[in-house]
């Protein structure tokens, strides 16, 4: 990843551009954790106070979120993308869903005709994390890897539109996750084999199949 020395005479400033450039890129993306405060201060050549002060504009700002002794993480592309997550997360879980099934009735077909062996990957990794979060009874873990599959799915679909609009809805779902504990893995690795196969029909029934078991929890399921 290359990124450039950035001026010292409007030092934060020019630190808070970089970072939202690396972020618009894709080279960090929603749930990635920055460098360290250190390689971050030796690439950019700047001090760690003015590194900590852009640090916590974008925090402010809503793209980047801070764990106290784990780091500092992306949590959105862009300030839109905060505004969205703010109107969807004081909207109700039925309307969630309802949007949810929209996106994923466009999402999982192109995501079973455009996925890429690296697509697959991101999936199997984060299926693999979803089951060990559930044998641990590790409910933060299982939810992080059952919204990072579904995030992946829609990043196979290769419509970036897609994609952040599905982000979007990440926040409110992790609220709806939790009761699910380790329900739901044989549709997810239904739905993984399907878009592995390229079988769009079968794909996008599972998918719409997961979403109606959120609508009605006494069914059970997981996103």
Request: proline letters at 2%; glycine letters at 8%.
């Amino acid at each position: 990843m290359s990124m450039a020395k950035v001026n010292r005479v409007s030092a934060v400033d020019s630190v808070i551009n970089e970072l939202r450039k690396q972020i618009h890129e894709g080279h960090w993306v929603p749930g990635d954790r920055l460098p360290s405060e250190s390689e971050l201060t030796r690439t950019l050549g700047i001090s760690r106070a003015s590194l900590r002060e852009a640090t916590r504009a974008l925090v402010h700002a809503g793209l980047l979120t801070v764990r106290q002794g784990d780091g500092t993480y992306v949590v959105a592309v862009d300030e839109t993308a905060v505004a969205l997550n703010r109107k969807v997360s004081s909207s109700e879980t039925s309307e969630v869903l309802e949007v949810r099934r929209g996106l994923d009735a466009s999402a999982v077909p192109l995501a079973a005709a455009r996925r890429t062996e690296a697509d697959l990957e991101a999936m199997r990794e984060a299926l693999d994390a979803r089951r060990r979060g559930a044998d641990d009874d590790d409910v933060e873990a299982f939810v992080e890897a059952d919204l990072r599959f579904h995030m992946a799915v829609a990043r196979a679909s290769h419509n970036g539109l897609l994609a952040d609009l599905y982000e979007s809805l990440n926040v409110p779902f992790r609220n709806t996750l939790g009761h699910a504990m380790g329900q739901g893995t044989g549709d997810h690795e239904a739905l993984y084999t399907a878009i592995e196969h390229h079988d769009t029909a079968r794909a996008t029934e599972l998918a719409l199949g997961i979403i109606a078991r959120m609508e009605s929890p006494s069914d059970g399921g997981a996103g």
